[in-house]
């Protein structure tokens, strides 16, 4: 099979033939259709997270069709569609997975990264951390549903109640949340660069009541912030926007340093919070909601070999919505 190497963090990824590997037990292959770009990955590829000291295949918003079954694997049959995720493996007997908290094993394998991932035309990956994906959506606008969408959903949930809800930072994860929120009687606030016109009107699009520059005020004070951006400067911008016993959510897993700050902006019982990976509940919830929600995910595609291209749009800040590699 052909599939984008990661040989070593910083450098680009190159194109490469791999055996297939056949499913072991538990194990379903699957023939990628489509596999969606997210920040972590570019996180990993630039060498923001931890090296494994080995190659890799990125990769973890996946959805293809199941091409073979491991022995005493019943989940899945050939020629099921199916999504993998981040979460590509938990030990089940760690205080967290006891305790419904899988998302924080001390020994999790992450798809894309310990476990080889999407960009790829075949994956391996672990039934039951697998999803049935809703009909209503075409293989490349589900992928980002898998982590932007999920991983999103689980960001809104640590929001709790928030009715005026802020989001810094309007990529992949945010244009699926603003549709979200909004659809949950919320009215959502898009910051972006500033003097992003263009996607500040993509926020409005996505049914944000207010777009601005990252440093303007909203019009209302916010109940919670959230911060998909990876940059940790904006963390007290968004503390000062948040009223009194509201919080900010980051929900990315990597973020520059964050600035100090005088208590005043914490005082009043606000709350910082960060959000690790998901758990196999917050998939099967949003993916419910997915189903029932007509969601409008904007996908920029581009084929396997163009990856880097991905990833460099990605950097760059010129997407709109999610880049999908889509099988040729
Ligand atoms: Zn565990
Ligand atoms: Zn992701």
Redesign the pocket.
Known sequence: MRAMILEKPGRPLELARRPVIQPRTGQILIRVRACGVCRTDLHIVDGDLPSLGRALIPGHEIVGTVEGIGPQTAGFRPGDRVGVPWLGW?????????NGR?N?????RFTGYQIDGGYAEYALADERFCFAIPERYADEAAAPLLCAGLIGYRTLAMAGEARHLGVYGFGAAAHILAQVARHQGRSVYAFTRDGDREGQAFAMRCGATWAGGSGETPPEPLDAAIIFAPVGALLPQALRCVRKGGSVVCGGIHMSDIPSFAYALLWGERRIQSVANLTRVDGEQFMRIAAEVALRIETTRYALGEANAALAALRTGTLRGAAVLVAA
Not at 90 to 98: K, V
Not at 104 to 108: H, Q, R, S, T
């Open positions: 938990t030990c089940g007997r760690c205080e967290y997975c006891r899988e924080l094993c001390d020994v999790a």
